[in-house]
């Protein structure tokens, strides 16, 4: 059975800093590209960072410099350092895993295969 496990959110005031992590289990984790999104209210659903199987990354515009996403292969486990919150960034952040095989570009929610329950993040100013 398929498991991402988010975990980390939390109430930080601006320029603060949260480490989210996503356990995975139940697949061939370092076959999977993983990525973090997030879902503000009445917002849809948008690419924060995703990193490869083979450890390539990308960050979305809007966090680049601050946030960092890398993985743990022997852990099964991806994490997302935000730095320099801003209220802005207040989402729900969700992990999800993509099949190495799969189509379409990795920043689309649509090509990803599972995903977690999400974790709140909330950025006061």
Known sequence: ???LVE????????GGSLRLSCAASGFTFSSYTMGWFRQAPGKA?????AITWSGRTYN????K???????DNAKNTVYLQMNSLK????????CAARIRSASGSY?????????GQGTQVTVSS
Request: glycine share 10%; aromatic share 14%.
């Open 87 to 94: 209220p802005e960034d207040t989402a729900v952040y969700y």
């Open 7 to 14: 975990s980390g959110g939390g109430l930080v005031q601006a």
């Open 45 to 49: 659903r948008e690419v924060v960072a």
């Open 107 to 115: 920043v689309l929610p649509q090509s990803y295969n599972y995903w």
């Open 65 to 71: 410099g601050r946030f960092t996403i890398s993985r």
């Open 60 to 63: 979305a515009d809007s966090v």
């Open 1 to 3: 059975q398929v498991q």
